[in-house]
Nanobody
Framework: QVQLVESGGGSVQAGGSLRLSCVAS????????MGWFRQAPGKEREFVAA???????YYADSVKGRFTISRDNAKNTVSLQMNSLKPEDTTVYYC???????????????WGQGTQVTVSS
């Protein structure tokens, strides 16, 4: 069980960039898979990206080539660099952490409170 706090959301124009950050605390957060989901109103929560404790990365097809996930195990943080943003990227982004790869790619584990990303056309 870990506690997660996201930051870095905001409003940008299409083609712009944002960097989201998530700080983890609790039991051995550096050994957890960590990742990001997003959920728009009326939509199912969608996997975006994940990273293992060895920094192996995974991405949804919709964000490959545009988003980059990274982590700093010493600081217990994970970041999501979002470039070439599109209006369809507009939604709330949630940080998640779990020791299981399957969990982090499906339902997620522990959750942060979410941070709003808005991309205007």
């Amino acid at each position: 069980q870990v506690q997660l706090v996201e930051s870095g959301g905001g409003s940008v124009q299409a083609g712009g960039s944002l960097r989201l950050s998530c700080v983890a605390s609790g039991r051995n957060p550096s050994m957890y898979y960590m990742g990001w989901f997003r959920q728009a109103p009326g939509k199912e929560r969608e996997f975006v990206a994940a990273i293992s404790w060895m920094s192996v990365t995974y991405y949804a097809d919709s964000v490959k080539g545009r988003f980059t996930i990274s982590r700093d195990n010493a600081k217990n943080t994970v970041s999501l660099q979002m470039n070439s943003l599109k209006p369809e990227d507009t939604t709330v982004y949630y940080c998640t952490a779990d020791p299981s790869y399957e969990k982090i790619r499906t339902t997620g584990g522990s959750w942060g409170q979410g941070t709003q990303v808005t991309v205007s056309s």
